[in-house]
């Protein structure tokens, strides 16, 4: 999935000279740093959606696909059969949920008709049982019935206050949600608010939290995020420049669902420190909140466990 998508993009901006596709990303950077939102979609037209799909599209992918198997690893042996994908834009989270589940009914809803068409265009072939569909985030936004998952991915930085919340309302009426949004302090409240909005609509957190309690994390000391390392195709290396192989994509994001399922004990919350002989993990415990444990060798299995925990991994491992 992860090589079609790569393909697609490579695809989509072949002919196009690289001086342009690099100022068509610069005007999207332009465009996004520090608006505030607004009643007419960033993404206007195809140079828009296309320098946005080559420049983000990789790294969104691989957030959603990191939150999604988070959630997954929660709930084995369950997967969707009804998806939507709101604010989906050119389609990252749908081919994220395609890679982490097969059989999948998707359907994308955003309101810049140039992001659905190319979404369209780049899944065509590879993603078939897919929808795009025009819809403004508002009052009116209601999920189909029966649908069993909801995705909502860089979407509410997007959003006035009213807007995010009839978002994640909408979401809340499906089975199961997951919300991902930039690692950022900024993101990591959205994510917050909308995690205290799922709980009062009946849903149970499953990830990445530990439980369905207040979080906690103080807000002016630290957030909760996570991160996926992204490798650069050479497209993407000219596009965004510089000439690292990959990049790390920060992420914050919240999975929640009505299903019967459970969270882990605890989670691990930044990436483990390796000593001699021992390994720090920092925790999100169910019952001790944020905690330091320090797992030595003479603890044999669970050291090796420690050494082979990743940031963002559930503790003990499944
Ligand atoms: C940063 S992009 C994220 C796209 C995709 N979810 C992803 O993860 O790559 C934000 C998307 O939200 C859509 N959007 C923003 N405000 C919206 C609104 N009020 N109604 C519908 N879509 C909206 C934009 O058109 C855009 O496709």
């Not at 946005?52 to 696909?65: D, I, K, Q, S």
């Not at 008709?113 to 795009?132: F, K, M, N, S, V």
């Not at 000391?221 to 000219?238: A, E």
């Not at 669970?302 to 963002?312: E, H, L, N, S």
Request: net charge neutral; glycine share 10%.
């Amino acid at each position: 999935m992860h090589d079609e998508l790569r393909a697609a993009l490579a695809g989509l901006l072949d002919g196009l000279p690289p001086k342009q596709a690099a100022q068509a990303v610069d005007r999207l950077i332009a465009n996004y740093r520090g608006r505030t939102p607004t009643d007419a979609p960033v993404l206007r037209d195809r140079g828009d959606v296309a320098a946005y799909a080559a420049y983000r599209m990789p790294a969104t992918f691989e957030a959603v696909r990191a939150a999604l198997a988070a959630f997954a690893a929660r709930v084995p042996g369950w997967s969707p059969a009804a998806h939507v994908d709101i604010g989906g834009g050119t389609g990252a989270a749908t081919w994220a949920t395609a890679a982490t589940w097969d059989g999948v009914g998707s359907t994308v809803l955003d309101w810049a008709r140039p992001a659905l068409d190319l979404g369209r265009e780049l899944a065509a072939g590879i993603l078939p049982d897919t929808t795009w569909q025009r819809q403004v985030i508002g009052d009116g936004l209601t999920v189909p019935d029966g649908t069993d998952l909801v995705t909502v991915s860089y979407v509410l930085g997007e959003l006035r206050p009213e807007a995010r919340r009839a978002v994640v309302d909408a979401a809340a009426t499906a089975g199961s949600v997951v919300l991902i949004e930039p690692g950022t302090p900024e993101g990591y409240l959205r994510i917050r608010e909308a995690r205290e909005q799922l709980i009062a609509a009946g849903l149970r957190i499953v990830a990445p939290c530990p439980h369905s309690a207040a979080c906690p994390i103080v807000p002016e000391d630290d957030w909760c995020h996570f991160s996926v390392r992204v490798s650069r195709s050479s497209l993407h290396r000219q596009i965004k420049g510089g000439s690292l192989a990959y990049e790390d994509e920060k992420f914050s994001y919240v999975a929640a669902t009505r299903g019967d399922a459970a969270p882990a004990a605890a989670r691990v919350v930044r990436k483990p420190q390796l000593r001699k002989g021992q390994v720090l993990l920092e925790l999100c415990t169910a019952d001790d909140g944020l905690r330091r444990g320090t797992v030595t060798k003479r603890r044999g299995t669970v050291y090796r466990a420690a050494r082979d925990a990743a940031w963002g991994d559930d503790w003990p491992p499944a």
